[in-house]
């Protein structure tokens, strides 16, 4: 018999261990990992319950009523302007993240500033606005846009003042209301034309309610030149045909000396 013969009889009993070994490793490996994936399966699905929960508890508060916010810190009015909380509304209950609701009928806030932070009656605050002009919308369309705003999570609209809107005509009074942009004339007087609010209700003073009732704050940029890709930057055409030297956006001394600013 060939010496060599029984070691490679033990070798390959050795091997055939070795793979019987490595073989339930494997499985072993491989059962770990399908459990591992359920856990993280299951995971993952409580999660998503969590935050659809989470979502629907935050609608909740957008979509409040307003029986229910009275009792979430809103005072009643005693004066003029008085806020009805709109069905949507930036929630009163988020520590730093202020709804203009929570300061609503309780007199002249105190705004500051401190090199860290916008503070509102000494609180710290955190604004998180969009900008957009009432000037081109209607009231209806103001108003989806805000109900937009606040449930994209915005605390506050800033708004452009259009001097060109508001006294088209020199030596013309100021007119608050907002032009029709259904008319082919340009600046032409509102007029209900879209089963929307009568042009009396549509003015600079409606839109900026209508933001804080939503408890959106208002930052409110008067110009007199706001660009905004309007025409002449809002500043009206009357003003250019009186002074033809004028230059907009330019350091001249008949822009900055400008008896109209």
């Known amino acids: 018999m060939d010496p060599l013969l029984p070691a490679a009889e033990g070798d390959t009993t050795n091997e055939r261990q070795y793979l019987i070994k490595h073989r339930d490793h494997r499985l072993l490996q491989s059962g770990s990992r399908r459990i591992m994936c359920g856990v993280i399966a299951m995971f993952v699905a409580g999660l998503l319950i969590l935050l659809s929960n989470g979502i ?3 609608n909740n508060n957008t979509s409040a009523s307003l029986d229910s916010t009275i009792e979430t810190g809103i005072a009643p009015c005693k004066g003029s302007p008085c806020f009805t909380p709109s069905k949507i509304h930036v929630p009163l209950t988020s520590p730093g993240f202020p709804s203009f ?4 009928h309780r007199g002249q806030l105190h705004v500051s500033y401190d090199k860290r932070s916008l503070k509102i009656n000494d609180d710290r605050v955190f604004f998180l606005g969009g900008s957009m002009h009432p000037a081109r919308a209607t009231r209806q369309t103001w ?12 605390n506050l609209i800033t708004i452009y003042v259009m001097w060109s809107d ?21 600046n032409a007087a509102c007029r209900n034309t879209v089963d929307d609010v009568s042009c009396e209700d549509w003015n600079l003073a409606t839109a900026m309610q209508s933001a804080a009732e939503r408890g959106l704050f208002v930052h409110l940029r008067i110009g007199p030149y706001d660009c905004a890709e309007y025409s002449y930057g809002g500043i009206p055409e009357w003003l ?6 004028m230059r907009l956006r330019r350091p001249n001394f008949e822009w900055l000396e400008s008896k109209y600013q």
């Open 240 to 245: 250019l045909v009186e002074n033809p030297n």
């Open 56 to 58: 629907l508890f935050f």
């Open 143 to 154: 108003n989806l846009a805000l109900d937009e705003a606040v449930q994209n999570g915005l």
């Open 101 to 104: 609701l929570q300061y609503a």
């Open 166 to 186: 508001h006294q088209p005509v020199k030596n013309k009074g100021i007119d608050w209301t907002f032009p029709d942009w259904s008319s082919p004339v340009m």
